[in-house]
């Protein structure tokens, strides 16, 4: 009879927890089932252009269970479309963020890190944030190449900030590595040429500047190089010289009516400007 007692408490004892696991089963089943069908329906709505439901339906799915395969999957698309398709950069931040708090992969969070600084960088201008964003990325196991753009970038950003004198330090140090590629170095040279001209430096800008076109004359074609160095020159009333930078564009700049009217106002100064009289 005793052992009759124990053996049926041990049954109802195992239901329970059966039951109990069941009902946690369930549960949990239950709410990966609506997050992926939010999720799916976010695919669904992407797909048929309707991103303003994508989005809803994305976020919906984040917030049920945040750091889970799917809310991080959701997540990604959310970035997609808000960069690329309705352009909203700062909840395109807010999520790269969420992606770096919740990310088990470290190639992903240093990844979203950097998208972040691009977005304040390149899509909202806001530089004094880029700045922030860069230094951060700088914490990582980089390369040297790696380094080299970060620093890069943060000259940049001071240079756009209108500190001149950072963004030419920040610049100047990079020609000390060795690790500096070609492109890099035409990158700073170009950075510092454009730091004389704003601070009107125009002899010491056209040196840069035609030291420039003579090294690098593709990468000078599509940065505008000879049209900047034809500026200082104006500026400085070398005409002559800014003519002659003129011409050796005219049949590659686009459109050709800029060249031609820039070559027109040059003419009528250089026959308008006073001539110099000649002493007795």
Known sequence: MVIHRTFIKAINSSLGIFFFLCAQIFFHVGCESRQ??????????????????????????????PGNPTSLMA???????????????EKAIELLKFLILYSNNSEERWRS?????????????WYDKALIEYSKLLNGNLSKEE?????????????????????????????????????????????QANIHQSLKRFSEATKLF??????FPERSKKENVGIN????????????????????????????????????????????????????
């Not at 000259?155 to 140090?173: H, K, V």
């Not at 070559?263 to 026959?271: E, M, P, T």
Request: glycine share 2%.
């Open 36 to 65: 992926e069908k939010e999720f799916k329906r976010g695919i669904k709505y992407q797909n048929s252009k309707d991103y303003s439901s994508a989005l809803e339906e994305f976020e919906k799915s984040i917030k049920r269970e």
């Open 75 to 89: 997540a990604r698309e959310s970035i997609k479309i808000l960069l690329y398709e309705v352009k909203n950069y």
């Open 113 to 125: 890190q950097s998208q972040i600084a691009q977005i304040y960088f390149d899509n909202l201008g």
């Open 147 to 191: 380094q080299t753009k970060i620093h890069l970038s943060i000259a940049r950003a001071y240079y756009y900030l209108g500190q001149f004198n950072q963004s030419w330090n920040e610049a100047s140090s990079l020609l000390l590595e060795n690790s500096v590629s070609q492109d890099q170095i035409f990158d700073v040279y170009l950075l």
């Open 210 to 215: 035609e030291e420039i076109l003579t090294r």
């Open 229 to 280: 160095l034809a500026l200082c020159y104006e500026e400085l009333g070398v005409y002559k010289e800014a003519m002659r930078v003129l011409e050796s564009l005219k049949n590659s700049y686009e459109p050709k009516e800029y060249i031609a009217l820039r070559l027109k106002k040059l003419k009528d100064r250089l026959i308008n400007q006073p001539k110099k009289r000649l002493k007795k």
